[in-house]
């Protein structure tokens, strides 16, 4: 057993979906948020940034003593996994390819080939996506798409503001016209959007890749004999940018009382 807390961190609200997913499945362990709300959006910069952004973040999350690290952003994860697992010694697991390889399991046993994703633009200019796909089953037909606006909107706490409803219904409209079987939500913040994306897309099924994630992560901990078995349980914020507002939109996310933590990057 191992008692330390996992780290997990995104730009900002997105990989509040993780943490809701780890509450479900591996409601015993500890965890350390960080969430880098003073340089939200990443999805538009380019990946030298992005692998400067996710090391300091790696770095911080390594001197807080975690056991592991959930990357719980999709930019990260599809940019700059192969630089961080090479630069630090400590399991980082990435939201992207369990996600992937879920998806693709479905697929096959329901015999879909329709597959959209929606993700950053710096996720889709990576071609993360389709190269995993064609590696692992080059007869799905795959579409990914970036949507640029949702993240800063979702940042702004526009969830439910009609703005962002015809901004989505204009980024899925070729959908509507020639129906996918799933929409992988390819960034971590984009599940906040799925009761606006069902009802754009009502016969297409939403893939949030954060539960296959933590469903990797829990395996990984199980067979290495690091769970937490130890009654206390930390849960504990950090964001870069004003705590107010990060602690008052957590809580619509997660349901929670939050009081957020500052962290300052060198
Ligand atoms: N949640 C991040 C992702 O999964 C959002 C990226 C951004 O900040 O634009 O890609």
């Not at 592991?68 to 980082?92: K, Q």
């Not at 369990?98 to 329709?114: A, D, S």
């Not at 930390?234 to 939050?258: H, P, R, W």
Request: negative net charge.
């Amino acid at each position: 057993m191992d008692s330390r807390p996992i780290g997990v961190f995104d730009s900002g609200l997105g990989g509040l979906t993780v943490i809701n997913a780890m509450s479900k499945t591996m409601p015993g362990e500890s965890f350390i948020y960080v969430g880098d709300t003073a340089r939200v959006p990443y999805g538009g910069k380019n990946v030298d940034t992005i692998r400067t952004y996710g090391r300091q973040i790696v770095n911080f999350l390594q001197s807080q003593d975690v056991k592991a690290i959930i990357v719980a952003c999709g930019t990260v994860s599809s940019n700059v996994m192969e630089s961080l697992n090479e630069e630090f010694d400590l399991p980082i697991i990435d939201v992207v390819r369990p996600g992937i390889e879920h998806c693709i399991q479905i697929c096959e046993e329901n015999n879909k080939k329709k597959i959209g994703v929606i993700a950053t633009e710096t996720t889709v200019k990576s071609g993360f996506f389709q190269k995993m796909f064609k590696e692992k089953n080059p007869s799905i037909e795959i579409d990914v798409r970036a949507c640029p606006l949702f993240v800063p909107l979702i940042e702004e706490g526009w969830v439910k503001n009609i703005v962002l409803s015809r901004i989505a219904e204009a980024y899925l409209r070729d959908w509507q016209e020639d129906p996918i079987d799933f929409l992988i939500l390819g960034c971590t913040h984009y599940p906040l959007l799925s009761p606006i994306l069902q009802s754009i897309l009502k016969d297409t099924v939403l893939l949030d890749m954060a539960v296959a994630a933590v469903e990797t992560t829990h395996q990984y901990l199980a067979e290495n004999d690091i769970l937490n078995e130890s009654p206390t349980i930390l849960k504990d914020f950090y964001v870069s940018g004003d705590l107010e507002k990060f602690n008052e939109m957590s809580q619509q996310v997660t349901g929670q009382a939050i009081q957020a933590k500052k962290v300052f990057w060198d």
